[in-house]
């Protein structure tokens, strides 16, 4: 089975801008859920969307947002940039129960300049 | 919310080694993991681990779920086991809450 990919690996933007990452999670995933990594906060939970619908959610502003698909892909998006939100990005995908393991993909690294 | 605490938070070793990392969470946890992020960023899963005890080769894991704590044990440690190791859990239906990590310097 593949894993979780994420894309793009790497990205680079400026403040005010908008920018929107993808996960694909594992083949019958149905799951998948968003952390942000960053030396100062460490790892925190964004959100997890779940057939389609949003089932979790982090404390995050209302400037980090989310979606998935039919096919269980799901897409995080971020307005208006700003420096703090520069962090490696992860995803994880599972089959949806809560007792189940959590795969992580490789990360999107976002640097706001 | 839960709170889970890592330690120590840096270890260096020589090359051979065995060592201990451990997790204290402050909640009763129906998902427990451990992973290892490699340089890149990648979170690698070590173990699924709520309660009990597992092996996979050179690494080994202990949960007591009923006095909340998770050690991971390294042993005859190698230069890529070098990292930082970070512990997972959660309770309910709630999301992973990460530990701080430990960092750990495996030197030949």
């Known amino acids: 089975k593949a894993g979780v990919t994420q894309t793009p690996r790497y990205l680079i933007k400026t403040r005010g801008q908008q920018v929107t990452l993808s996960c694909s999670p594992i083949?019958?995933?149905?799951?998948v859920s968003w952390y942000q990594q960053t030396p100062g906060q460490g790892l925190q939970f964004l959100f997890e969307?779940?057939?389609?619908?949003?089932?979790n959610k982090g404390n995050f502003p209302g400037r980090f947002s989310g979606r998935q698909f039919s096919n269980s892909r799901s897409e995080m998006n971020v307005s208006t940039l700003e420096l703090g939100d520069s962090a490696l990005y992860l995803c994880?995908?599972?089959?949806?129960?809560?007792?189940?393991?959590?795969?992580f993909g490789p990360g999107t690294r976002l640097t706001v300049l | 919310g839960i709170q889970v605490e890592q330690s120590p938070p840096d270890l260096i070793l020589q090359e051979g080694a065995n060592s201990t990392l451990r997790c204290n969470f402050s909640?009763?946890?129906?998902?427990l993991q451990w992973f290892h992020q490699n340089p890149w960023g990648q979170l690698i899963n070590l173990f699924y681990?709520?309660?009990g005890t597992k092996q996979n080769g050179r690494l080994s894991a202990t949960t007591v779920a009923t006095e909340r704590y998770s050690l991971l044990y390294i042993s005859s440690s190698q230069t890529t086991d070098s990292g930082v190791y970070f512990c997972?859990?959660?309770?309910?239906?709630?999301?992973?809450?990460f530990g701080s990590g430990t960092r750990l310097q495996v030197q030949p």
């Open positions: 681990i709520p309660s």
């Open positions: 997972a859990v959660a309770t309910g239906r709630r999301a992973l809450t």
């Open positions: 969307y779940f057939s389609e619908t949003q089932r």
């Open positions: 083949s019958g995933h149905r799951s």
């Open positions: 994880a995908s599972s089959s949806g129960t809560t007792t189940d393991t959590q795969y």
């Open positions: 909640d009763s946890v129906n998902n």
